[in-house]
């Protein structure tokens, strides 16, 4: 394990007499995606009234549908919140067993969405496997992690039951194909595993092995061939804006349109039919359209936030299998959220990653609410946040509790 250890707190007791119970969670880390949850509810808004006006009669019908999948998130993540992290340690492979048999169905019944299947259609509530799937690895390899320790430096009995469960789910996903998200769960389980002691020639030996397989899946296909030719400027269509540039070439005139403090809320132009789906992968070029660059960083930041409070909680963590997870949890979202926007910025090859918590969507903002909700679960149970109160009698310096410890 690569210096996660967790770090005691003297305690901070004051004169009073105090006695510890049960830790408050991390409420930056709440706040934080509440605003984002709320605020996409105005974003996504003003990036669909337009087309939503255009196809269904109404500009509120898709923000009627995000507000209830929100509050459905929202709702998800304060469940979490109550759960003991440690019971997820006992189901993790089951759940992510489960979720490999779900990519199997999705292949074999899966609704088809642009030529991909990447939906399940079940009572007439549609969502992607891959998101429960990303998220059901994430549990099972910091469960993997945290029983192996000092084995996962050794190829055969640590490293490699590990890369097996990353490639059944990367394979499975990407024969959807779902390639840009395969190829991020691919890198989130190298990060993990990284952090949990495997060693590094182990995992650039892997990247070599599987660099082949690559290359020939991304040139199987016209279209992601295009995009990667298109992103590094060599396709003979990329001055025709109709071609595969085109959702870039009007995600990026948004951003230039905001400036430094942007067109004003719900004032966008790019909405207007001119960008394809704005709603969706591409709403942070709204973002940007709306309030300018000073917004976009301001919102970046956020995420930021996230990034820092989640690895000091996974610092401060108590045991292994929590440390694992918060790490896991945190670089899934933050990795998201950066790769939508290295998109949108046309730094990155155009794929179909949501911005998290923002975008349109239904399970990517439920399942994403619910792994925040177990990673404020994670930060009640360190010394970060204690929950004192005063106990008439109680006798300070006989205080043992290794949980309490400094109030941030």
């Excluded at 984002?36 to 109404?58: N, P, R």
């Excluded at 993997?144 to 000092?150: F, R, T, Y």
């Excluded at 709306?290 to 996230?306: D, K, M, P």
Aim: a positive charge.
């Amino acid at each position: 394990m690569r210096s996660f250890a967790p770090r005691s707190a003297e305690p901070n007791l004051g004169d009073t007499n105090m006695t510890q119970k049960n830790n408050h969670i991390d409420r930056i880390i709440l706040f934080v995606v509440l605003f984002l949850m709320v605020a996409s509810t105005v974003v996504v808004y003003s990036a669909s009234s337009m087309w939503a006006l255009q196809k269904y009669g109404a500009s509120s019908h898709l923000v009627d549908r995000h507000i209830i999948k929100v509050l459905v998130g929202i709702a998800a993540m304060f469940l979490a919140m109550r759960i003991d992290y440690h019971n997820y340690k006992k189901i993790s492979k089951i759940a992510l067993a489960a979720c490999v048999l779900l990519l199997f169905i999705t292949l074999a019944l899966g609704g088809e969405v642009k030529g991909a299947q990447r939906w399940l259609n079940i009572g007439g509530f549609s969502f992607q496997p891959s998101e429960f799937a990303r998220f059901a690895l994430i549990f099972h390899l910091s469960a993997l992690l945290a029983s192996k320790k000092e084995k996962a430096a050794d190829y055969k009995t640590g490293f490699l039951p590990l890369v097996l469960w990353i490639g059944v789910v990367v394979v499975l996903v990407m024969l959807q194909p779902n390639f840009s998200t395969g190829v991020f769960i691919f890198v989130l389980g190298m990060v993990m595993v990284f952090i949990g002691g495997a060693q590094l020639k182990h995992i650039a030996v892997s990247l070599l092995a599987l660099l082949p397989v690559v290359i020939v899946y991304m040139i199987s296909a016209e279209y992601r061939l295009r995009r990667i030719l298109t992103f590094l400027g060599k396709d003979r269509n990329t001055a025709t804006p109709s071609r595969a540039n085109y959702q870039l070439w009007q995600g990026i005139i948004g951003f230039g349109n905001g400036g430094w403090l942007g067109v004003g809320m719900g004032q966008s132009k790019q909405r207007d039919l001119f960008l394809p789906e704005s709603y969706g992968d591409f709403v942070f070029s709204i973002v940007g359209e709306e309030y300018g660059f000073i917004g976009t960083v301001l919102f970046l930041g956020l995420f930021l936030t996230i990034f820092l409070r989640g690895f000091r909680i996974a610092k401060n963590a108590r045991d292994d299998f929590g440390r694992y997870l918060a790490i896991g949890i945190t670089c899934s979202i933050v990795m998201y959220a950066l790769g939508n926007a290295l998109v949108t910025l046309g730094l990155f090859p155009t794929t179909g990653l949501p911005m998290p918590f923002v975008s349109y969507g239904g399970s990517a903002i439920v399942i994403s609410s619910f792994a925040i909700g177990v990673l404020l679960n994670i930060s009640s149970q360190t010394d970060l946040h204690p929950r004192l109160t005063a106990v008439e009698g109680a006798d300070v310096s006989e205080l043992n509790e290794p949980a309490v410890g400094k109030v941030y």
